[in-house]
């Protein structure tokens, strides 16, 4: 009988399983990662002398794998099957003893991303490879840097709504992150220029066995479909943001900001997925500005998840009845499921025709994160 689990694989006689079976195991399991056979749990003294020797590996130039080698003695089953394969070996180890670790370390540590505590910086290598669609460094002070000049330059909030496990040496998270302009935010600029700029998407954090720190961080942005440094398609997203003037419904309020967790005229709200055409956000409370115009009503209720759209000009009823109608097209087109009838129209007030930015909101009946 197959075992179903790696604690009910090293219960048997032996107490040991090939390379494929544990990958098959930690890859059918992702959310239980027990430790495999022969190893000590992360918080042990053994785990702690693995970590210092791993280190010294390191410092002194050591051979590769021999703390692994050293503190831990596979099965016979598994030395059997081994060969010369001693990067599946780390592999199995990171699975097993590590990833449950290091998620929980993300949750609490990216808390922290932009404000004065700052990432913990040891649990990453020195060489980190980082990259998104329009940024890329190899190194951890390149890294540190980037969060430093996102700090500086766009005082950025960051949301972190969920992490998966995604490979046997990696975890994704999925986040949500706005930012506004500091030097706007400080001086008169801002009654006239104050862009707020939000992207969701995903961070894939990949893990180097022979340390088991992060070694690797892609993000990917959910707006755009050249995810790839460096994509020239990511770098209008931005900019289009960055050079929006247009005043929306939160206009009235503007001095507090849109960030991923927004409370002002334009409702209370978190973005939960921002697309080319339409974003997701989950509503506490709708827009104080929200009216129905003729073929529109109020939804089904004053809280829950809508796909909101944009568009400019003079809010008429022909106008909004098209923006509804294309936004309830691009959710169709990518999967979404809005509901049937109503929807809602926001805007900015008094605001000159070329400045307005209106809102277009149809709930949904149903959204999934990932």
Known sequence: MRPSSVAEAAAQPGGSLSLQEQDRLCEASPGALPAAPGLQPASSPAF??????????RAAWLPSGWAVRLFWRPGPALAASSGTRQPAHHRSHVCSLRLQELAAFLR????????????????????????DP???????????????????????????????RTG??????????????????????????????????TSIMGINPETGKFNRHVDTWDAVKQQGFFSVEAFIHMLSQVLDLRKGPDAATSSSGRS?????????????????????????ALPAAAATLPGG???????????????????????????????????????????????????PGSVASLLRRNEVLIPLASFVLW
């Open 297 to 347: 009503s109020a939804g089904p209720g004053a809280e829950g998840l809508y796909a909101v759209a944009e568009f400019g000009g003079e809010a008429g009823a022909a106008a909004a009845a098209a923006a509804e109608q294309a936004l309830r097209r691009a959710l169709l087109e990518e999967g979404q499921q809005p509901a049937a009838g109503g929807w809602l129209l926001a805007g």
């Open 168 to 201: 046997p040496l990696e975890l994704t998270t999925r986040w949500t992150m706005t930012m506004c302009l500091s030097f706007a935010r400080s001086s008169p600029l801002q009654r006239v220029f104050d862009p707020k700029v939000t992207f969701t998407g």
């Open 108 to 131: 609490e540590d990216l808390q922290h991303l932009f404000d004065d505590q700052g990432i913990d910086a040891s649990r990453y290598d020195d060489q980190v490879d980082f990259e």
């Open 134 to 164: 329009i940024t890329k460094y190899s190194s951890i002070q390149g890294y540190l840097f980037n969060i430093a000049m996102l700090r500086r330059v766009f005082s950025p909030t960051f949301t972190l709504h969920d992490i998966r």
């Open 48 to 57: 702690a002398l693995w970590q210092a020797a791993a280190h010294l590996q």
């Open 260 to 284: 991923s967790t927004s409370s002002s005229s334009a409702g209370a709200y978190a973005v939960l997925l921002k697309r080319r055409r339409y974003e997701v956000r989950k509503y506490a």
